[in-house]
């Protein structure tokens, strides 16, 4: 067993299996806390609740509280592998919104028959929390369970995999064609994958400029284009009215490369075919499109990312969930709408611009991270994510109207 992989499993077998506990947040020793915590005390909030369904967020916990909900279909780049092997990675997204957010969160892995089931099953459920953040459900189901929650739901649903991932991409690409002295308007993008995060990925970059006849989005059948009969109503909206059928084609002349799709697809030889100063998004995970190691000797003027923490440039949606939930259940909005992830996006990416605290430094193991190829996008450890992105968002729920309660005043303390 490689050295990693015996450190990975030791990780989460010991001292005690998994990465999350639950810890109570009152005390609990004598006869009054018992009296006060279940019964007879714990009658008072219920009668409130029941009188009033918003004193819910006064007496319990539900304001706070993430669930990180999965089916297991699409984890990661690793493919459909059942619910209970997603356990691992909703368990780190938990970790995640703890550590990052300070939002509680649990995990659900649903089995289920159809998507009518998982849809009826989560929304059955849904009040417990205060957001639901669904996690590594593969396309097309995932856009009708993700459309049918957040109808039949009060709260924030937001499909990580799709929004999250775009936000992060959006972020990290405008700041990397800025430093390529390209205009995203102008730029020629291929996007490896139409799945959840790739259509979500590709929508969000045209609102951010991108024009659509200037991506080529490509399945495992080649090229998205408009004389594909095999498509679903999905890859449609995507197809590109060209001739171009395979990777080399679309790569010709291409200005970026955004990788969402599985490990290794991205021969290092056709990078030659893109045009000079070209951006590689490489997110698979946890195998990147192409090796960073490879890209670099393949060409010098290029810059590189991928979704791991061991290399530089990490464009991976840790970026964004842990802070976006933060704001959005801050202000209890209803809803995660454009504004809040255009707002997100742009917060983001300014931080990379400004210069690094000490502590990130740090954490990250390096001596200096300075805008530039390198460092396009701010690590996930940066203290600076959570005011700063959670504030937008917030105050962009605030000024697009789907939020329930004013901006608290901590964000104005801070
Ligand atoms: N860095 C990050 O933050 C994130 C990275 N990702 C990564 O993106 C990838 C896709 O995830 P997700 O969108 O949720 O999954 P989906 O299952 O929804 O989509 C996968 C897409 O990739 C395509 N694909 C798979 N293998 C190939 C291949 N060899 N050549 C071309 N296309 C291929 C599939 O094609 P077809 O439609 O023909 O089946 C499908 O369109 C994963 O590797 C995941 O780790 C996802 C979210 C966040
Ligand atoms: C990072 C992530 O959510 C994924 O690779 O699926
Ligand atoms: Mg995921």
């Known amino acids: 067993m490689s050295d990693f992989r015996e450190q990975a499993l030791r990780y989460h077998a ?21 009296a006060l915590a279940y019964s007879p005390g714990v009658a008072e909030p219920v009668r409130e609740i029941a009188a009033d369904p918003d004193n819910i967020y006064k007496y319990t916990a539900k304001g706070n509280m993430v669930a990180v909900i999965s089916n297991g279909t699409a984890i990661l780049g690793l493919g459909n592998l059942g619910h209970l092997a997603s356990k691992p990675v909703m368990e780190g997204k938990a970790l995640l919104f703890k550590r990052f957010a300070g939002l509680d ?9 159809t998507t009518e089931e998982f849809i009826t099953t989560v929304a059955n459920i849904a009040d417990t929390f205060g ?13 009708e369970i993700e459309q049918e929650l957040i109808k039949r739901c009060n ?31 102008k730029a020629i993008i291929v996007c490896m ?40 109503q999905y890859k449609q909206l995507c197809a590109n009215n060209t001739d171009k059928r395979t990777l080399e084609d679309a790569l010709q002349g291409a200005d970026v490369f955004v990788g969402v799709s599985g490990p290794d697809v991205l021969p290092p030889a056709a990078l030659s075919l893109m045009a000079d100063k070209p951006v590689i998004f490489a997110c698979s995970n946890p195998d990147p499109e192409i090796k960073p190691e490879l890209a670099h000797a393949e060409r010098g003027d290029l810059i590189m990312a991928t979704g791991r923490s061991d290399y530089p440039n990490q464009v991976n949606n840790v970026l964004c969930f842990p ?39 740090l954490a990250a193991k390096v001596s200096s991270l300075e805008f530039g190829k390198g460092y396009i996008i701010p690590k996930p450890m940066d203290p600076r994510l959570l005011p700063r992105v959670a504030r937008a968002v917030a105050e962009a729920a605030v000024s697009s109207g789907v939020a329930r309660i004013p901006m608290p005043a901590a964000y104005f303390d801070a």
Request: charged letters at 25%.
């Open 14 to 34: 010991e001292p005690r299996p998994g990465k999350i506990s639950i810890e109570i947040s009152k005390a609990a020793e004598t006869v009054t806390d018992l």
């Open 105 to 113: 969160s649990i995990d659900i892995e649903v089995s289920h028959r």
């Open 131 to 143: 957001g639901i953040n669904l996690e590594d459900i593969k396309a097309p189901e995932c856009f």
């Open 155 to 185: 709260i924030p649903v937001f499909h990580d995999d799709q929004h999250g991932t775009a936000i992060v991409t959006a972020a990290g690409l405008l700041n990397a064609l800025e430093i390529q002295g390209k205009d995203i308007r």
């Open 193 to 232: 994958g139409a799945g959840a995060a790739a259509i979500a990925c590709m929508e969000l970059l045209i609102k951010c400029g991108a024009m659509r006849e200037h991506i080529y989005m490509l399945d495992t059948k080649g090229v998205i284009h408009t004389r594909r009969e095999d498509l679903n």
């Open 323 to 361: 802070f976006i939930f933060r704001g959005a259940l801050d202000v209890r909005a209803s809803v995660i709408n454009d504004e809040m992830k255009l707002a997100a996006v742009q917060a983001i990416r300014a931080i990379a611009k400004e210069p690094v605290p000490q502590e990130v430094l």
